[in-house]
């Protein structure tokens, strides 16, 4: 596992200063360099520490950052140069301007505010996009695509904008026009991909690891939701063009891009085009295996989101195409452990369906023992809950110890004020930050989401009520002695402030502002 991560522009100058550094350090005894060497190089740290070698270093430096040698972490680097896309990037000029503003470029700008704004560029300068074939497919100009493309076939794979994206990428990221008509957009893809364009194009979002391809952008969505990020007004029809000219159907940002809605309209597409068998490989995959999951884990982790969030659909469609639901996940539970915590009847019946057994009849190593008291508080099943506290008082100080952000996370769907009742009268801090979008046992560690180890840090239950809209579970919240002024970690707000913010998104929230504005900041 990674102790080192990438810094935000990670060249290899930087890792090579590094590696002479350590070199040193263990030449000169330091203990922790030495102790570093030897967790990280075969054979330990040489007997003599003069005899430490700068390759030796250059090793333990790459495994440091989760590398097996170091010529693939210099690989990785040079990947990162070639296709990094900076969401910060000013635009040069109206036209890149334009296409900026039709497209989504998954930063915190994005959403109808900045489509409208290309709208209006385009009704004030009709020749906007002319000559500009990036600017032309972001508009869904099929005549001026054509009459681009018959001058200059070559312009279907140049890569246009101050972000370097080619007219194949700015179709597929255009919101420009909800509207759009299929066969427009269908045409403009097919002239591009018969000219050149790659169905493979991508980029690497700030220099990190994540790879937005074409078909992402088709495929869209992602943390800010569907009304910011949407899937493209023809993203079934257009992902199968690009898919039968060969992008790869294992694209990880569109996975997690798409994980968090029940829909799975993206899943059978991918699976159908060999996401399940992994047998037609795209170039991210060789550039990015050092980085990525392979196939087999991606489709694990949607396993156990969509076990976790209660998306039956999800987990018969995973089943049915002989995704594991059997083997433990990282932190020990197996899948049918998971659903008896969090996924619902409905949920352990998909599993059933797919094969899942108990876990004292597959062998695998069941769960912590507070797993049955988290289990009967998210069924709100209070005789249950006050059983086991009363024949195993442990568990409730396991939970305690382990279970201290799991408020947050009850508090993320609807109908769970009484789980909430239930996790704070077995003494939770009904003011403790967490995560929402996941159940984190004792902190954010890594379990297979890339959560990391630290402090417990995130927002509490009232902030996730509060944005939500959920009058019911404030009002319960605060009766259970909340705290109105208590702020998250990340945008250090209110709670009131996350409802404002859903607010001035257009999601309403008046009644949760009604009851909260008066409560905050008053004591």
Known sequence: ???????????????????????????????????????RLPGGAPTDPGEFRLHQAQLVIARDHGFPSWPRLVRYLRTVAAHRWDSATPAHGPVEEFCRLACLTYSGADGPERWARAREMRAADPD???????????????????????????LAARRGTSQAWGPLFTLA???????????????????????????????????????????TGVLGEGEQGPRRQPRHPHSIALARMLLEAGADPVDHQTLYNRQFLA????????????????????????????????????LRIQLRWAIEHRFPGRVRLLGAHGVDVLSPFEDGRTPLAIAEMYGGP??????????AEHPDRTGATPGPSADALIAAAFRADRTAVG?????????????????????????????????????????????????????????????????????????????????????????????????????DTDHHATALGWAEHAAADGQGRSAVIDVLGPLTGVG
């Open 263 to 298: 829909d799975d309209d993206h899943l059978e597409l991918l699976l159908a085009y060999g996401l399940g068998s992994g047998d037609r490989p795209g170039p991210w995959r060789e550039r990015m295996n050092d980085v990525h999951h392979d196939r087999e884990t991606a």
């Open 387 to 487: 059983d086991l506290a009363r024949n195993d008082p442990g568990l409730v100080q396991v939970l305690r110890e382990r279970g201290a952000n799991l408020l947050p996370w009850a508090a993320s769907a609807e109908g769970r004020s009484e789980t909430v009742r239930l996790l704070v009268g077995l003494g939770l801090d009904v003011d403790a930050r967490g995560r929402s979008d996941v159940p984190v046992d004792g902190g954010w560690r890594e379990i297979g989401w890339g959560r990391t180890e630290g402090e417990h840090r995130g927002h509490t239950a009232l902030h996730v009520a509060a944005h939500r809209g959920d009058l019911e579970l404030v009002q319960a919240l605060l009766e259970l002695g909340a705290d109105p002024d208590v702020l």
């Open 346 to 355: 409905e949920v352990i019946s998909a599993l059933h369906g797919a094969g």
């Open 128 to 154: 906007l996009t002319s000559g500009s074939i990036s600017a032309a497919a972001a508009a869904a100009d099929h005549a001026e695509v054509t009459r681009l493309l018959r001058d200059d076939p070559s």
């Open 173 to 215: 990221y255009s919101r420009l026009d909800p509207e759009v008509p299929e066969e427009r957009v269908l045409g403009i893809a097919e002239a591009l991909l018969e000219a050149g364009a790659d169905p493979h194009e991508g980029y690497l979002w700030d220099g990190g690891p994540s790879v937005f391809t074409v078909l």
């Open 1 to 39: 596992m990674p102790t080192h991560h990438l810094p935000d522009h990670p060249h290899p100058d930087h890792l090579r200063h590094q590696a002479r550094r350590l070199q040193r350090e263990v030449r000169a005894g330091r203990p922790d360099a030495v102790a570093r060497v030897e967790e």
